[in-house]
């Protein structure tokens, strides 16, 4: 799977995964990376005429490379952790550079409900987090706990819904709620998360899926974000 998208920021999203069976369960590599492309470096302190003095360009790109296992221990539980390897870098900027690690452990619970079947979600991302930068500074990124529930019926289709909170004062929890429809590889999507609408569609033509999503972001831009994901299955 690989998708790229232009966040409200006007920073770059890439995201490139493989996943297949291996080891008794499913093993996942991938490849997430953020960048932001000729940002100006100003002075730390005004001049004489009180303005900052620009100092030069530089670009900031962030990546996470991912090993994932997940294994189904029966037909109703199964278990997953992500590891991740963090890199950052200011390109010219001294101390502008950082290395890091994080872990986060999930499980997944399958509960048949009459006919239909509701699964329950429960993750803990960046359980272990800790990042450290060139200027000997140590970042540490607070654990977020995660919690999703999915109801799936023959007719009309999927409803989820995902409560997350960060542990860290000060932070309130946010909520997500997403419907899907899907019947002879089509899919249609819609969904309510921060604030904003989200909508979407899928379509799965052979060894080939391809999603798209557009988000409404009125809060943190004026601009709304297109994403589009490519997939092969074989």
């Known amino acids: 799977t690989t998708m790229q998208t232009k966040l409200s920021t006007d920073a770059d999203h ?3 995964s493989y996943v297949r069976p291996a080891l008794g ?3 996942g590599v991938s490849w997430v990376q953020v960048g ?5 470096q100003t002075s730390a302190e005004a001049d ?3 303005e900052v003095v620009d100092l030069g360009i530089f670009s900031y790109y962030s990546n996470a490379y991912l090993l994932s296992y997940g294994k189904k221990i029966n037909e109703q539980v199964s ?7 963090l890199t950052s870098d200011m390109y010219q900027i001294n101390g502008g550079q950082a290395y890091g690690y994080s872990i986060s452990p999930g499980i997944l619970i399958k509960l048949p409900v009459t006919s239909n079947q509701l699964t329950v979600g429960i993750k803990v991302d960046e359980l272990i987090n800790v990042q450290k930068w060139g200027t000997g500074s140590i970042e540490n990124v607070p654990p977020r706990v995660r919690l999703g529930l999915a109801y799936q019926m023959s007719n009309p289709g999927l409803f989820a819904l995902d409560v997350s909170q960060t542990m860290k004062s000060a932070y309130a929890p946010e909520a997500a709620l997403g419907y899907e429809w899907a019947k002879d590889g089509l899919s249609l999507r819609t969904g309510y998360a921060a604030g904003c609408l989200t909508a979407g569609a899928g379509f799965i033509s052979g060894h080939t899926r391809i999603d798209y999503a557009y988000i409404f972001q009125q809060v943190l831009s004026r601009d709304n974000v297109h994403r589009i994901s490519l997939s092969g299955i074989w």
């Open 25 to 27: 369960g499913t093993i």
């Open 79 to 85: 278990f997953g952790v992500a590891a991740k390897y």
């Open 14 to 16: 890439y995201y490139v």
């Open 36 to 40: 932001v492309g000729s940002l100006t």
């Open 48 to 50: 004489e005429h009180n």
